[in-house]
């Protein structure tokens, strides 16, 4: 009676520690670690790193059309027309879009506490092209007179400046980009760190898992076990 009493006990046993009662397994029973929180992180960084990069683009493509057109005067010419992109009458535009360039290659690397030098460096592009925009919509015959001044040796103006799209194009991009950085500041604490996929990769690289592993740790002076 005892005997049987203590194999119904050594029956009981193992079905506690089956693959059903290992704490160490996820919910789907699979043995495997439940890294399907991580993914949310990993996306967030990976979409701001695409915006920034977009925003840099659009920022920079914004200056390369003809912002101005006028014409100046010279004695033996005459009228000379003076084209004048983005790039000539806003120098700033350029420059906010290779500081985006380079915020949205760091957004990758930098952890927790580099993201506000980001947010910041990305909030002043903003601002950069934002005002270079404006200034030359408010006063385009001063730019025009240095474009004009530089080609015909002369700043008087022989025709009325005409002013294209581009410039208020350019200043709705930059403020864009002034939203894109509220947005990165809202969000920039749910980006997974840089450095946890390569951390969990070398977990078990650690461990010897065959015969010419543990042979190898012999010769180290060892014990593989």
């Given at each position: 009676m005892s005997g049987a009493t203590s194999a119904g006990?050594?029956?009981?046993?193992p079905h506690r520690d089956g693959p059903h009662g290992d704490g160490h397994r996820n919910g789907d029973g699979d043995g495997l670690p439940d890294d399907r929180g991580a993914e949310p992180a990993r996306t967030g960084r990976r979409r701001a790193i695409l915006t920034v990069l977009a925003l840099a683009l659009v920022t920079l493509l914004s200056s390369v059309p003809v912002w101005l057109r006028t014409a100046g005067t010279t004695a033996l010419q005459g009228d000379v027309p003076v084209t004048v992109t983005g790039t000539q009458a806003a120098p700033g535009?350029?420059?906010a879009a290779l500081v985006l360039l380079?915020?949205?290659i760091?957004?990758?690397?930098?952890?927790r506490a580099g993201r506000w030098v980001l947010v910041?460096?990305?909030?002043?592009?903003?601002?950069l092209a934002t005002v270079s925009a404006v200034l030359v919509a408010a006063g385009p015959d001063d730019v025009a007179r240095t474009a004009v001044a530089a080609a015909t040796g002369v700043d008087t103006l022989a025709e009325p400046v005409a002013l294209s799209p581009w410039p208020y194009v350019a200043a709705v991009v930059g403020?864009?980009?002034l939203a894109a950085a509220g947005w990165l500041a809202s969000t920039s604490?749910?980006?997974a760190r840089p450095s946890a996929r390569h951390?969990?990769?070398a977990g078990p690289a650690a461990v010897p898992d065959d015969d010419q592993a543990a042979w190898d740790a012999l010769s180290r002076g060892q014990d593989p076990s």
């Open positions: 006990r050594t029956h009981h046993g535009i350029p420059a380079s915020a949205g760091a957004i990758g690397l930098v952890g910041g460096a990305v909030a002043l592009s903003g601002v403020l864009v980009v604490g749910t980006w951390d969990v990769a």
